[in-house]
């Protein structure tokens, strides 16, 4: 009888400990996913050109600039996406952005597309200054006497190639 209280004592020792060790190993993966989780969610934004509130094209309405007339958006016409905000000037906007984001998104990221095409450079932008190719946003900087969309044009197809390279590499770098 001793001998049966003794073996359910240690049977039961060893089985709590294992639970124990099993809930313990349970917690560290948990909270690895976790971490795992929250890095990657974070990586969409790495290399966009956000403001610190998140918000890209400084505040402009993405689908303006395939009408030709590129126009500050609103923060109540606001959709995520990947990590960033775009503001929109109407519902209409709002709804062929959601429709088709990739459509509307700014190439390289939202950065000046000749200094991605020199050196991968991440430059900020005029959101005023802009080129539509292929059905492709891009833009460029565009300050201090300083037009780099009339550099871009002069040889576009060499720094898009160039850009296309720099971009890719940055992406998959994450």
């Given at each position: 009888m001793i001998a049966i209280i003794v073996s359910n004592f240690i049977l039961g020792f060893k089985v709590n400990r294992d639970i124990k060790y099993l809930n313990m190993k349970r917690l560290?993966?948990?909270n690895a996913l976790m971490l795992l989780g929250s890095v990657l969610l974070a990586q969409p934004t790495k290399n966009l050109n956000l403001n610190k509130k998140k918000v890209a094209v400084m505040g402009y309405d993405v689908v303006s600039y395939f009408d030709g007339q590129p126009a500050i958006g609103s923060n109540s016409l606001a959709v995520d996406y990947n990590g960033a905000k775009y503001y929109f000037i109407s519902n209409e906007h709002k709804h062929l952005f959601?429709?088709?984001p990739n459509k509307y998104i700014p190439q390289y990221g939202?950065?000046?597309a000749y200094a991605m095409g020199i050196d991968g450079s991440k430059v900020k932008i005029d959101p005023m200054t802009f080129k539509i190719v292929d059905d492709k946003l891009y833009l460029?900087?565009?300050f201090k006497k300083l037009n780099t969309l009339t550099l871009?044009?002069?040889n576009e197809?060499?720094?898009k190639a160039v850009a296309d390279d720099q971009w890719s590499l940055k992406v998959s770098s994450n």
């Open positions: 560290i993966i948990f959601e429709s088709n939202g950065w000046c460029f900087y565009n871009w044009n002069e197809a060499q720094f």
